[in-house]
C-alpha cells in the first residue's frame, strides 16, 4: 500500500533546506525507490536547482522596489482626484431620466442617459423633498450637482442637489407618438378586447427560457392552480431582436390555436430594458391575436 504524506510547516517555509529530509522520509516510507548514493544527490543537486529557478522566477515577476497599493488605496486616490476637480465640483448636467427609484429611505436613485452614454445618480432624501415635480422615466431633466466615487463599488456618480423639469425625453415621446397613432387606428377601442377565460387549462408563456419571469410564473402556478398546463414559447426580451421575436410568437401561438390565453411578459427592468414590449410590431401582433393576452 502506497502512503503520501503531506508536507510538514517547516518544508513549507523552507522547501530547498527541507528537500532532503523528505526525500529520505519518503524512501523510508516505500514511496521513492532506494537509489545508489550517487545518483541520490545527482537527483537532490537537480532538485535543488529546479528549485532555485523557480523561486528566482518568482521574484523577477514584479519588481520588489515599487510600492504595492491595496484596492481601497486606489479607489480613496481617484475619489481624492474627483473631489479636487473645480468642474466636476459643481456643474449642471441635461439628460434624460431612467430607472428612477424612490427608496423608503427617502433618496431618489436614477440614470441621467443621452443618445450614447449614461451616468448613476443619487439625491438624498432633504433634497428629494424641494423637488417641484415627481420625477419619472423619460422625463428631460437638468440636475445639478457633483461628481464623486462611491468607494464599496469603485463607481463614480452625480450627487444630484436640484432637478430642473424641461420636458419629456426622446423615448418617451416616440412612446406617445406610437400611442397617438395607434390609438387614431382603432387598436386600443374597448371592443377589440377579449375577455379573459376564468378558468383557463392551457396558457401559453412568451418569455426568455432563462429569466426570473419564468421561473415566477411556474411557481405561482403550481401553488394556486397545479391543474393549468403551461406551454413555454421562447423568445428575447431584450435588445434589437427582442420585438420582433416577440411578435412571432405571438403569431406562432395564434397558429397553434391551443391556448385559452398567452402571457407576455419579462422581469423588472428599466425603461430601456423593457423597451421592446413598446415596440409597433409587438403592438400589432397584439391586436391581431385571436387568444387574449396577459402583460406581465
Known amino acids: 500500500m502506497r502512503m503520501v504524506t503531506k508536507p510538514s510547516p517547516f518544508i513549507k517555509r523552507h522547501p530547498v533546506c527541507a528537500l532532503s529530509l ?9 514511496v521513492v525507490n532506494a537509489m545508489p548514493e550517487s545518483e541520490t544527490q545527482n537527483n537532490f543537486d537537480e532538485l535543488i536547482s529546479q528549485s532555485e529557478a523557480s523561486k528566482r522566477q518568482l521574484s523577477d515577476s514584479y519588481p520588489h522596489d515599487v510600492p504595492i497599493f491595496t484596492v481601497t488605496q486606489v479607489t480613496a486616490y481617484i475619489k ?61 431633466v437638468i440636475a445639478h450637482g457633483y461628481i464623486t466615487v462611491y468607494p464599496p463599488r469603485g463607481r463614480y456618480q452625480l450627487y444630484v442637489d436640484e432637478i430642473h423639469f424641461e420636458g419629456a425625453g426622446v423615448l418617451w415621446e416616440r412612446f406617445e407618438k406610437l400611442k397617438r397613432k395607434l390609438e387614431a387606428e382603432g387598436l386600443f377601442a374597448k371592443e377589440r378586447k377579449r ?31 397545479p391543474s393549468v398546463q403551461l406551454v413555454l414559447i421562447p423568445t428575447m426580451v431584450q435588445g434589437i431582436e427582442a420585438a420582433p421575436q416577440i411578435a412571432a410568437a405571438i403569431e406562432l401561438a395564434n ?15 428599466s425603461l430601456e430594458d423593457l423597451w421592446a414590449f413598446n415596440e409597433e410590431v409587438v403592438a400589432r401582433a397584439a391586436a391581431e391575436s385571436h387568444i387574449p393576452i396577459v402583460s406581465a
Open 255 to 269: 397558429q397553434i390555436g391551443a391556448f385559452d390565453v398567452l402571457i407576455v411578459g419579462r422581469g423588472g427592468g
Open 22 to 30: 523528505q526525500i529520505q522520509l519518503w524512501m523510508q516510507m516505500g
Open 195 to 225: 375577455p379573459l377565460p376564468p378558468f383557463p387549462r392551457r396558457v401559453g408563456v412568451i418569455t426568455s427560457p432563462d429569466g426570473a419571469a419564468i421561473r415566477d410564473i411556474v411557481r405561482v402556478c403550481r401553488r394556486r392552480c
Open 80 to 140: 481624492a482626484m474627483f473631489e479636487r476637480d473645480e468642474f466636476l465640483a459643481d456643474l449642471y448636467v441635461r439628460g434624460e431620466l431612467s430607472n428612477v427609484k424612490l427608496h423608503s429611505s427617502g433618496h431618489l436613485y436614477f440614470t441621467l442617459k443621452d443618445a450614447d452614454t449614461q451616468i448613476d445618480c443619487a439625491m438624498w432624501r432633504p433634497n428629494v423633498r424641494r423637488l417641484k415635480f415627481n420625477p419619472a422615466d423619460g422625463d428631460l
